[in-house]
Structures are given as structure tokens and as C-alpha cells.
């Protein structure tokens, strides 16, 4: 910054009983940096908020039951996501022939389908 402000001093043919601070000189660079490219900031102090998740963002929109594919003529079950992995209620395993179509994992279709796609945490 002292090359800086020697340099600027020279360039600027300042008369040495009217040149600035080197202080000065030194608030007014930062001053005009942050100004052009500085961003505000916040002082929040913490954990930052967890982004929703993408399933929970428009979900009715785009989320809705389907059935499983055929095989053998019959519907391939697959295990309920949230009825395995809650934590609200007691975990359990149930089959299921309902899959959510944007997210192609098998769910209850009372319950289960609603608090997937709009609880964060079920």
C-alpha cells in the first residue's frame, strides 16, 4: 500500500502540504474495492438452515402415485421408504405396488406418499 500511495502521489502532482494520509489513502482503496465488488454479509452466528429438500419443493406438481411394473402378470412390491425409515412412529416393512414417479421409491398410498413429499422429516 506505501508503493501504492507513493506512486499515486507522483501521478497525481499532489502538493506535499495538501497530500492525504497515508491512512486516508489506505481507507479510501478499501473503501472503493468494497464498493465495487464487496457483497453484504450477515452476522448470523450458528448453523445455516438446511435447504428444503427437492422432493418436498413443488411436490404436488410434480409427484404423484404410480403403479410398479408387471412381472409374471403380477405387480413387483417394494418395501414402503417411509414406513422403514420413520421417525415418528414405530418402523416397519410393508410391500407396497405404489412408487412415487419422480422419485421411484415404493410408498403407502394413505400416509405414507404425503409425509414423503412434504415432511423434511418423517
Given at each position: 500500500?506505501?508503493?501504492?500511495?507513493?506512486?499515486?502521489?507522483?501521478?497525481?502532482?499532489?502538493?506535499?502540504?495538501?497530500?492525504?494520509?497515508?491512512?486516508?489513502?489506505?481507507?479510501?482503496?478499501?473503501?472503493?474495492?468494497?464498493?465495487?465488488?464487496?457483497?453484504?454479509?450477515?452476522?448470523?452466528?450458528?448453523?445455516?438452515p438446511n435447504p428444503m429438500p427437492d422432493?418436498?419443493?413443488?411436490?404436488?406438481?410434480?409427484?404423484?402415485?404410480v403403479h410398479t411394473e408387471m412381472a409374471?402378470?403380477?405387480?413387483?412390491?417394494?418395501?414402503?421408504?417411509?414406513?422403514?425409515?420413520?421417525?415418528?412412529?414405530?418402523?416397519?416393512?410393508?410391500?407396497?405396488?405404489?412408487?412415487?414417479?419422480?422419485?421411484?421409491?415404493?410408498?403407502?398410498?394413505?400416509?405414507?406418499?404425503?409425509?414423503?413429499?412434504?415432511?423434511?422429516?418423517?
Amino acid at each position: 500500500m506505501l508503493n501504492a500511495y507513493n506512486l499515486w502521489l507522483v501521478k497525481k502532482n499532489i502538493d506535499p502540504s495538501k497530500k492525504p494520509k497515508l491512512r486516508e489513502f489506505v481507507y479510501n482503496v478499501a473503501y472503493q474495492l468494497l464498493e465495487d465488488f464487496g457483497e453484504p454479509t450477515t452476522n448470523i452466528k450458528g448453523r445455516r438452515p438446511n435447504p428444503m429438500p427437492d422432493r418436498i419443493i413443488d411436490a404436488y406438481s410434480r409427484h404423484y402415485p404410480v403403479h410398479t411394473e408387471m412381472a409374471n402378470g403380477k405387480r413387483k412390491p417394494r418395501d414402503c421408504y417411509v414406513c422403514k425409515h420413520t421417525t415418528r412412529r414405530q418402523k416397519k416393512r410393508t410391500r407396497v405396488v405404489i412408487i412415487c414417479n419422480e422419485c421411484s421409491i415404493g410408498l403407502c398410498i394413505v400416509d405414507c406418499f404425503r409425509d414423503y413429499n412434504t415432511l423434511k422429516n418423517f
